[in-house]
């Protein structure tokens, strides 16, 4: 007995741990790693995919990068940047493999890359397994937002690399020079990455260390990030995206987080944790790694976009500084992460979940293509990759996800106005057609009933937006809306396709003139057949 003592006395790090508190934190790491995984494990929604695979097969075609636009016919021969042209390209070659699938097994092997880093950084600074799994929870629940299949995830990848190098003092030219010579032909979140060198460059002065090694490091990437198809002509694109005035207005993920938003409550809520982490810390506080989580806080409380990279200091901040945490604490902590487990109350699809995108009117458009290919089609923002993708090289759309089509957001904004304005928006852009959102937007009308009365009828906006006398309805379902200009399809294929009697939203019209003998219910019951029966597959 004597010995045992003695061996404990030279080993006081190794207490005699009560098996009660054992479980208790295999407990709360297996609730840490669920939470974790629940976010690995959602399907991809980024309508963007498609574009990006669209420009993969133009890449892989032509054995080229992108240098003008082709794929619409609204900014036909313009000077286009693809600066995502190796992500593309190898996107490309993802789906050809394994396809939809393929690619949902990429978005979960880039989150765990870039976790990885986050991961080892813990474990140079000692922390317990606890904590190394608590911090999956945070960086899952602040990258939410963009555990997607999206170019930003490779970005994310690179940022949690360096910021493990630079926290580990570990630095050199060569490594910059390598890897931003690949980032800057990924993706153009490359900038963050020199956000990082100026912090611990500026902590590395101010703490009296060298910082010849990171500077080095960071002119080796400085020149690396010009190994790129465009040259300094990569940094406009940073300067149009940072300049575009409606992106916050019309684009949700670029706003500030908001509660009311399922997917971004997760983000402020570690948003919430980490300053009172930092505050019960502040003594111990690591100067670099403090300001890195503060620049990425404020960032993301900016624009939820960028959740992502607040989740890798998010992640290391609070574990750094506490690296052997409470169990009964860090269960407490994990509650306030648990709002991700209500978002799987929505009916998912997988690998691709299409909420996003009208897949059953672009299967209409794909079925139809040898007539609705050939006309100038408006359809909205999210809608045009999936277009291009679907309908082939051939096809031109209006606009997709690309930074080339921001000015059109308000263009369209705006066309959705008054008639007037959609009329003045389908002549200005010459328009064959429309693959539309089915808004909820209606207006009231009057009616004289069969005994004299007045009666209010509420008709739906394209009524008056799309007036019948130049558009025919040719498909519809809860998503969207297909129009076509009656003068420029063929007549055998209009009669077969017009909706001229049943139109969605438009119920209350539609009783009243079956009730008044106005509409042919043998014509109505065919109509109804072929709606339910065009309108039931999907993606």
Not at 52 to 74: C, M, N
Not at 99 to 125: E, M, P, T
Not at 403 to 422: V, W
Not at 450 to 472: D, F, K, M, T
Request: charged share 20%; with cysteine.
């Amino acid at each position: 007995m004597h010995g045992l003592h003695q061996v404990r006395a030279r080993y006081p790090s190794d207490p005699i741990i009560p098996k009660g508190n054992v479980s208790l934190k295999g407990g709360v790491r297996a609730w840490a790693y669920a939470l974790a995984l629940v976010v690995l494990v959602f399907p991809f929604f980024n309508p963007d995919v498609f574009w990006h695979l669209a420009a993969g097969r133009w890449i892989w075609r032509h054995l080229a990068v992108p240098r003008v636009e082709s794929f619409s016919f609204t900014h036909a021969g313009e000077a286009w940047i693809d600066f995502e042209w190796l992500t593309q390209a190898s996107w490309f070659l993802v789906e050809r493999a394994g396809g939809l699938w393929g690619l949902w097994w990429l978005k979960i092997v880039l989150l765990v890359a870039a976790f990885a880093s986050i991961d080892g950084l813990l474990r140079d600074k000692g922390a317990s397994k606890l904590a190394r799994a608590c911090a999956a929870a945070v960086f899952a629940a602040a990258a939410l937002g963009v555990a997607d299949v999206r170019p930003d995830l490779i970005s994310l990848v690179f940022f949690c690399w360096i910021l493990r190098r630079l926290e580990a003092r570990r630095a050199s030219f060569l490594f910059g020079f390598v890897v931003f010579a690949l980032w800057g032909n990924l993706h153009a979140g490359f900038p963050f990455g020199f956000v990082l060198y100026a912090i611990y460059l500026a902590a590395a002065r101010r703490e009296g260390r060298p910082t010849t090694p990171i500077f080095g490091e960071a002119l080796g990437a400085a020149l690396g990030c010009l190994l790129n198809p465009y040259g300094v002509g990569l940094f406009s694109v940073l300067v149009a995206h940072g300049s575009a005035p409606d992106m916050r207005r019309f684009i949700v993920e670029w706003r500030p987080p908001d509660w009311h938003r399922s997917f971004q409550v997760p983000l402020i809520a570690a948003m919430l944790f980490v300053p009172f982490a930092a505050l019960a810390g502040r003594r111990r506080l690591p100067l670099a790694l403090g300001v890195v989580a503060a620049v990425f806080w404020f960032a993301s409380a900016l624009s939820a976009r960028f959740g992502g990279f607040f989740g890798a200091p998010a992640a290391a901040l609070p574990f750094v500084l506490f690296p052997d945490p409470d169990p009964i604490l860090a269960a407490f902590g994990l509650m306030f992460l648990t709002p991700l487990i209500p978002i799987f109350q929505e009916r998912w699809s997988y690998p691709f979940h299409s909420n996003y995108i009208a897949s059953r009117a672009v299967d209409f458009a794909v079925r139809e293509q040898d007539v609705l290919g050939r006309l100038r089609l408006f359809n909205q923002y999210e809608w045009g990759g999936l277009l291009e993708w679907r309908m082939g090289p051939e096809y031109k759309s209006f606009s997709d996800g690309r930074y080339l089509f921001l000015g059109a957001l308000a263009e369209t904004s705006k066309a959705l106005s008054s008639p007037a304005e959609m009329a003045a928006f389908a002549d200005a852009r010459g328009l064959d057609g429309f693959l539309i959102e089915n808004y909820v937007m209606g207006y009231k009308t009057s009616r004289l009933s069969s005994n004299g009365a007045v009666q209010e009828v509420l008709r739906p906006w394209y009524i008056s937006y799309l007036p019948r006398a130049r558009w025919a309805l040719v498909y519809f379902d809860d998503q969207a809306l297909v129009f076509v200009d009656r003068a420029k399809v063929p007549a055998p294929w209009l009669a077969a396709h017009e909706y001229r009697w049943l139109h969605p939203r438009d119920e209350m019209a539609l009783a009243d003139a079956v009730e008044r003998g106005e509409v042919p219910r043998d014509a109505l019951a065919a109509e109804t057949a072929r709606h339910e029966a065009e309108s039931a597959g999907g993606l």
